[in-house]
């Protein structure tokens, strides 16, 4: 029987965004049927590939490179979605890694639960969005996209509280701060199907840093770590630059992540730069 591990390697493998998605869609819904069944498919282990597979196009550029997003045409916000179906690709990447990378770490079923479920939404949230852009005339890859979006792994390849810290509680945390100012956008655009979608993806988001922020507490637990004072130590370590605010304080605090996480490392006058 293929093992969780080697389901993932498969999904991390695949080029295309659509096929990659299907076949992550597929894997989640066989994990849980055979959890549900009462028959669990192993774990195992598996060589996870530094990077994951990704098409011939979008081209990738240096961030700085990536042109300017005004959301004011429909250019604009095709330009903004094409951004976002890149940001959930890499999520569905982030996702599957995590499952197939720490496989040593002692962890529980209900880890892998977490993050199949999770990588199976960003499988929707990319189908999503690439159905919006290809409603509006365009499609992911017709513009260029941002290269640095993989950094995150690579920095936390050996470290899994590093990889929770950066990843779905900087990261993805991130992206409820920004998220309801995007559907304020296309819903004054009229744009009802991107509005649909983004407030799928706003309110599933929630879900994956809460499992963030469950696992690396557990992970704290289990080492006899303060969890805030982990979290300021990993994010100082791997993520380059300030937390910006605005932060959503209410969603965050939904997620399991308390202020004191995050304010401490934000900086009012830190260099505006995109972080996520
Ligand atoms: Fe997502
Ligand atoms: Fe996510």
Known sequence: MTSLAEMAVEVLNTADGRAKTAL??????????????????????????????RPDRPELLPPREVPR????????????????????????????????????????????????????EEAKHFNLICDCLEA?????????????????????????????????MVLEARGLDVTPGMIEIFRKAGETEAVAALEVIYAEEVGHVAYGSKWFNWLCGRSGTDPKDEFH???????HGALKPPFNEEKRAEAGLPPDFYWPLAEADAPQEEQA
Not at 33 to 53: D, K, N, S
Not at 153 to 160: I, K, M, R
Not at 234 to 239: C, E, G, M, P, S
């Open 24 to 53: 992550g869609r597929a894997h989640a819904a066989a994990w849980f049927a055979a959890r549900q069944a009462g028959t669990p498919i192993p774990v195992g282990r598996a060589e996870p590939p530094l990077r994951p597979a």
């Open 69 to 120: 997003r005004r959301p004011g045409s429909p250019q604009g916000r095709i330009a903004l979605l094409h951004a976002l179906a890149h940001i959930e690709l890499n999520a569905v990447d982030l996702h599957w890694d995590i499952v197939a990378r720490f496989t040593e770490a002692g962890m529980p079923a209900g880890f892998f639960d977490d993050w199949v479920k999770a990588a199976d």
């Open 136 to 168: 509006m005339g365009s499609h992911y890859g017709a513009l260029p996209a941002h290269a640095g979006m993989w950094r995150a792994a690579e920095d936390t390849v050996d470290d899994l509280s590093g990889r929770l810290a950066v990843v779905p």
């Open 233 to 239: 130590r990993l994010v100082r370590t791997y993520f």
